[in-house]
Protein backbone atom coordinates (compact mmCIF):
# COMPACT_ATOMS: atom_id res chain seq x y z
CA UNK A 1 0.00 0.00 0.00
CA UNK A 2 1.47 3.44 -0.80
CA UNK A 3 2.36 6.06 1.84
CA UNK A 4 -1.24 8.19 0.90
CA UNK A 5 -3.33 5.51 0.97
CA UNK A 6 -1.85 4.69 4.50
CA UNK A 7 -2.25 8.19 4.97
CA UNK A 8 -6.05 7.83 4.02
CA UNK A 9 -6.43 4.61 5.49
CA UNK A 10 -5.43 5.89 9.11
CA UNK A 11 -7.79 9.23 8.44
CA UNK A 12 -10.67 6.88 8.33
CA UNK A 13 -9.62 4.52 11.16
CA UNK A 14 -9.54 7.94 13.03
CA UNK A 15 -12.62 8.65 11.66
CA UNK A 16 -14.26 5.69 12.77
CA UNK A 17 -12.97 5.60 16.42
CA UNK A 18 -14.32 9.28 16.70
CA UNK A 19 -17.78 8.09 15.51
CA UNK A 20 -17.99 5.04 17.99
CA UNK A 21 -17.12 7.61 20.38
CA UNK A 22 -19.72 9.70 19.68
CA UNK A 23 -22.84 6.83 19.33
CA UNK A 24 -21.30 4.23 21.33
CA UNK A 25 -21.79 3.62 25.01
CA UNK A 26 -19.06 2.04 27.31
CA UNK A 27 -20.71 -1.87 27.13
CA UNK A 28 -19.67 -5.73 27.74
CA UNK A 29 -21.26 -6.72 24.91
CA UNK A 30 -19.57 -8.33 21.43
CA UNK A 31 -19.34 -5.52 19.16
CA UNK A 32 -20.01 -5.74 15.24
CA UNK A 33 -18.98 -2.62 13.32
CA UNK A 34 -20.02 -1.49 10.24
CA UNK A 35 -19.48 1.08 7.55
CA UNK A 36 -19.97 1.53 3.96
CA UNK A 37 -21.81 3.15 1.07
CA UNK A 38 -24.17 5.65 2.05
CA UNK A 39 -27.11 4.36 0.09
CA UNK A 40 -26.89 0.86 2.19
CA UNK A 41 -27.00 2.35 5.62
CA UNK A 42 -30.33 2.14 6.64
CA UNK A 43 -30.38 -0.98 5.30
CA UNK A 44 -27.53 -2.16 7.63
CA UNK A 45 -29.26 -0.96 10.33
CA UNK A 46 -31.90 -2.84 10.08
CA UNK A 47 -29.92 -6.39 9.33
CA UNK A 48 -28.02 -5.33 12.65
CA UNK A 49 -30.50 -4.55 14.44
CA UNK A 50 -32.60 -8.09 13.79
CA UNK A 51 -29.26 -9.71 14.45
CA UNK A 52 -28.69 -8.13 17.59
CA UNK A 53 -32.51 -8.88 18.88
CA UNK A 54 -31.66 -12.58 18.04
CA UNK A 55 -27.98 -12.57 19.94
CA UNK A 56 -28.71 -10.90 23.11
CA UNK A 57 -24.72 -10.02 23.84
CA UNK A 58 -24.21 -8.28 20.34
CA UNK A 59 -24.50 -4.64 19.39
CA UNK A 60 -24.07 -3.54 15.82
CA UNK A 61 -23.22 -0.09 15.06
CA UNK A 62 -23.46 1.29 11.68
CA UNK A 63 -21.21 4.50 11.17
CA UNK A 64 -22.56 6.57 8.10
CA UNK A 65 -20.99 8.69 5.88
CA UNK A 66 -17.26 7.18 5.28
CA UNK A 67 -18.61 5.80 1.56
CA UNK A 68 -16.85 2.68 -0.17
CA UNK A 69 -13.22 3.67 -0.11
CA UNK A 70 -13.37 5.15 3.69
CA UNK A 71 -14.86 2.11 4.83
CA UNK A 72 -12.41 -0.51 3.21
CA UNK A 73 -9.96 1.55 4.53
CA UNK A 74 -11.21 1.34 8.19
CA UNK A 75 -11.58 -2.57 7.67
CA UNK A 76 -7.99 -3.03 6.58
CA UNK A 77 -6.96 -0.79 10.04
CA UNK A 78 -9.33 -3.08 12.29
CA UNK A 79 -11.06 -0.04 12.73
CA UNK A 80 -14.20 -1.85 11.12
CA UNK A 81 -15.42 -5.87 11.27
CA UNK A 82 -17.33 -5.43 7.86
CA UNK A 83 -17.94 -2.95 4.39
CA UNK A 84 -20.42 -2.39 2.17
CA UNK A 85 -18.68 -1.59 -0.98
CA UNK A 86 -20.49 0.06 -3.82
CA UNK A 87 -17.41 -1.42 -5.70
CA UNK A 88 -14.93 -4.23 -6.62
CA UNK A 89 -11.82 -4.35 -3.98
CA UNK A 90 -8.80 -2.65 -5.26
CA UNK A 91 -5.29 -4.73 -5.81
CA UNK A 92 -3.86 -2.90 -3.17
CA UNK A 93 -6.42 -3.07 -0.72
CA UNK A 94 -4.58 -6.51 0.32
CA UNK A 95 -6.08 -8.73 3.28
CA UNK A 96 -10.00 -8.42 2.87
CA UNK A 97 -12.14 -10.56 0.67
CA UNK A 98 -15.41 -10.24 -0.77
CA UNK A 99 -17.66 -12.80 0.79
CA UNK A 100 -21.35 -11.86 0.02
CA UNK A 101 -23.40 -9.16 -2.11
CA UNK A 102 -26.28 -8.11 -2.84
CA UNK A 103 -28.58 -6.69 -5.62
CA UNK A 104 -30.58 -3.53 -5.44
CA UNK A 105 -32.56 -2.39 -9.01
CA UNK A 106 -30.96 0.58 -10.00
CA UNK A 107 -32.15 3.46 -12.05
CA UNK A 108 -32.85 7.30 -12.81
CA UNK A 109 -35.72 9.09 -10.57
CA UNK A 110 -37.02 12.84 -10.82
CA UNK A 111 -38.92 15.17 -8.21
CA UNK A 112 -41.03 15.55 -11.45
CA UNK A 113 -44.28 13.69 -10.61
CA UNK A 114 -44.91 12.06 -13.85
CA UNK A 115 -41.05 11.28 -15.06
CA UNK A 116 -42.30 9.15 -17.87
CA UNK A 117 -40.20 6.44 -19.95
CA UNK A 118 -36.85 6.20 -21.59
CA UNK A 119 -35.62 4.21 -23.77
CA UNK A 120 -32.62 2.66 -23.20
CA UNK A 121 -30.66 4.03 -26.20
CA UNK A 122 -31.89 7.52 -25.33
CA UNK A 123 -30.94 7.87 -21.56
CA UNK A 124 -27.46 9.56 -22.02
CA UNK A 125 -28.84 11.78 -24.76
CA UNK A 126 -31.44 12.92 -22.51
CA UNK A 127 -29.35 13.03 -19.63
CA UNK A 128 -26.55 15.40 -21.82
CA UNK A 129 -28.80 17.95 -23.28
CA UNK A 130 -29.29 20.98 -21.55
CA UNK A 131 -32.60 21.28 -23.22
CA UNK A 132 -34.55 18.06 -22.09
CA UNK A 133 -37.73 18.76 -20.81
CA UNK A 134 -40.06 16.81 -19.10
CA UNK A 135 -43.60 15.74 -20.41
CA UNK A 136 -44.81 18.87 -18.48
CA UNK A 137 -42.63 20.85 -20.59
CA UNK A 138 -40.71 21.76 -17.41
CA UNK A 139 -36.47 21.63 -17.49
CA UNK A 140 -34.63 18.43 -16.50
CA UNK A 141 -32.31 19.71 -13.73
CA UNK A 142 -29.38 17.12 -13.55
CA UNK A 143 -27.72 16.43 -10.38
CA UNK A 144 -24.28 15.21 -10.52
CA UNK A 145 -21.77 12.97 -7.99
CA UNK A 146 -18.24 13.64 -7.40
CA UNK A 147 -16.01 11.57 -10.09
CA UNK A 148 -14.29 9.63 -7.44
CA UNK A 149 -17.84 8.10 -6.13
CA UNK A 150 -18.76 4.43 -7.09
CA UNK A 151 -22.59 5.44 -7.95
CA UNK A 152 -20.85 7.85 -11.12
CA UNK A 153 -18.89 4.87 -12.54
CA UNK A 154 -22.00 2.46 -11.98
CA UNK A 155 -24.09 5.32 -13.24
CA UNK A 156 -21.33 5.83 -16.38
CA UNK A 157 -21.68 1.92 -17.17
CA UNK A 158 -25.09 1.15 -17.21
CA UNK A 159 -26.67 2.76 -20.31
CA UNK A 160 -24.90 3.10 -23.82
CA UNK A 161 -22.78 6.29 -24.14
CA UNK A 162 -23.48 7.46 -20.36
CA UNK A 163 -19.89 7.67 -18.91
CA UNK A 164 -19.54 10.31 -21.79
CA UNK A 165 -22.63 12.10 -21.09
CA UNK A 166 -21.57 12.58 -17.49
CA UNK A 167 -18.05 13.99 -18.55
CA UNK A 168 -20.71 16.29 -20.87
CA UNK A 169 -22.62 17.75 -18.14
CA UNK A 170 -19.95 17.82 -16.03
CA UNK A 171 -18.22 21.17 -18.33
CA UNK A 172 -21.55 23.15 -17.04
CA UNK A 173 -21.39 25.58 -14.38
CA UNK A 174 -25.03 25.51 -13.41
CA UNK A 175 -25.23 21.68 -12.85
CA UNK A 176 -25.08 20.96 -8.78
CA UNK A 177 -23.42 18.33 -7.09
CA UNK A 178 -24.49 16.37 -3.96
CA UNK A 179 -21.21 14.76 -2.34
CA UNK A 180 -22.75 11.51 -0.99
CA UNK A 181 -26.37 9.79 -1.06
CA UNK A 182 -28.51 11.20 1.55
CA UNK A 183 -27.50 15.19 -0.03
CA UNK A 184 -28.31 12.88 -3.61
CA UNK A 185 -31.94 12.67 -2.65
CA UNK A 186 -32.01 15.57 -0.43
CA UNK A 187 -31.24 17.76 -3.85
CA UNK A 188 -33.18 16.06 -5.76
CA UNK A 189 -36.27 16.11 -3.69
CA UNK A 190 -35.71 20.51 -3.37
CA UNK A 191 -35.26 21.02 -6.86
CA UNK A 192 -37.78 20.62 -9.24
CA UNK A 193 -37.59 18.64 -11.93
CA UNK A 194 -34.59 16.73 -11.21
CA UNK A 195 -32.68 14.09 -12.49
CA UNK A 196 -30.30 11.59 -10.80
CA UNK A 197 -29.19 8.07 -10.63
CA UNK A 198 -30.34 6.16 -7.28
CA UNK A 199 -30.93 2.46 -5.93
CA UNK A 200 -34.42 1.39 -5.06
CA UNK A 201 -32.19 0.11 -1.23
CA UNK A 202 -32.43 3.83 -0.90
CA UNK A 203 -35.46 5.08 -2.25
CA UNK A 204 -37.40 2.30 -0.42
CA UNK A 205 -35.53 2.37 3.29
CA UNK A 206 -34.88 6.17 3.14
CA UNK A 207 -38.58 6.56 1.92
CA UNK A 208 -38.14 8.85 -0.48
CA UNK A 209 -40.65 10.74 -2.23
CA UNK A 210 -39.30 10.53 -5.59
CA UNK A 211 -40.27 9.16 -8.98
CA UNK A 212 -38.50 6.68 -10.75
CA UNK A 213 -38.86 6.46 -14.77
CA UNK A 214 -39.00 3.61 -16.40
CA UNK A 215 -36.66 2.16 -19.24
CA UNK A 216 -37.99 0.78 -22.24
CA UNK A 217 -41.38 0.68 -20.40
CA UNK A 218 -40.21 -1.24 -17.30
CA UNK A 219 -40.08 -0.17 -13.58
CA UNK A 220 -37.21 -1.10 -11.16
CA UNK A 221 -38.79 -3.47 -8.67
CA UNK A 222 -37.47 -6.39 -7.17
CA UNK A 223 -39.77 -8.55 -9.43
CA UNK A 224 -38.54 -7.35 -12.58
CA UNK A 225 -34.82 -7.56 -11.61
CA UNK A 226 -35.31 -11.37 -10.86
CA UNK A 227 -37.15 -12.09 -14.27
CA UNK A 228 -34.14 -10.39 -16.11
CA UNK A 229 -37.38 -7.86 -17.11
CA UNK A 230 -35.20 -5.10 -15.66
CA UNK A 231 -31.10 -5.59 -15.91
CA UNK A 232 -30.02 -2.83 -14.15
CA UNK A 233 -28.95 -3.05 -10.39
CA UNK A 234 -26.27 -1.43 -7.70
CA UNK A 235 -24.45 -4.41 -6.14
CA UNK A 236 -23.67 -3.91 -2.07
CA UNK A 237 -20.34 -6.30 -1.86
CA UNK A 238 -19.98 -7.25 1.89
CA UNK A 239 -16.29 -6.97 2.36
CA UNK A 240 -14.46 -8.26 5.34
CA UNK A 241 -10.60 -9.64 6.83
CA UNK A 242 -9.60 -12.72 4.75
CA UNK A 243 -10.11 -14.85 8.28
CA UNK A 244 -13.16 -13.03 9.20
CA UNK A 245 -13.91 -13.12 13.35
CA UNK A 246 -16.93 -15.61 14.65
CA UNK A 247 -19.56 -12.78 15.07
CA UNK A 248 -18.89 -11.35 11.47
CA UNK A 249 -19.14 -15.14 10.20
CA UNK A 250 -22.42 -15.30 12.43
CA UNK A 251 -24.22 -12.07 11.35
CA UNK A 252 -23.41 -13.09 7.31
CA UNK A 253 -24.94 -16.30 7.80
CA UNK A 254 -27.65 -14.76 8.99
CA UNK A 255 -27.56 -12.17 6.17
CA UNK A 256 -27.70 -15.35 3.83
CA UNK A 257 -30.58 -17.31 5.83
CA UNK A 258 -34.24 -16.92 4.83
CA UNK A 259 -35.09 -14.27 7.98
CA UNK A 260 -31.94 -12.46 6.77
CA UNK A 261 -33.42 -12.96 2.86
CA UNK A 262 -37.41 -11.56 3.72
CA UNK A 263 -35.48 -8.65 5.51
CA UNK A 264 -33.51 -7.81 2.36
CA UNK A 265 -36.63 -8.32 0.06
CA UNK A 266 -38.58 -5.83 2.51
CA UNK A 267 -35.64 -3.37 1.55
CA UNK A 268 -35.39 -3.83 -1.64
CA UNK A 269 -32.78 -6.07 -2.20
CA UNK A 270 -31.86 -9.81 -3.34
CA UNK A 271 -29.56 -11.82 -2.02
CA UNK A 272 -27.03 -12.43 -4.49
CA UNK A 273 -27.02 -15.78 -6.84
CA UNK A 274 -24.71 -18.56 -5.99
Known amino acids: MTKSCLRKSSFYALAVLIAFAAISPVVAAEMLRIGGTGSATVL???LGAAFAARESDVK???VPGLGSSGAIAATIDGALDMAVSGRPLKPDEAG??????VRTPYGLV????????LARDDVAGFYASSNSTWSD?????VILRPRSESDTT????TFPGMAAAIDQVRTRMDVPL???DQDNLEMAKAIQGSLVGTSLAQMVTERHQLRFLTIDGVEPTLENLESG????????RFVVADRPAPLVQRFLAFVESSDGEKLLRHAGCLQAAR
Open 229 to 236: DYPYFKPL
Open 154 to 157: LLGQ
Open 60 to 62: VAV
Open 137 to 141: GSPVR
Open 96 to 101: LIEVFA
Open 44 to 46: MER
Open 178 to 180: AAT
Open 110 to 117: SSNPKPGD
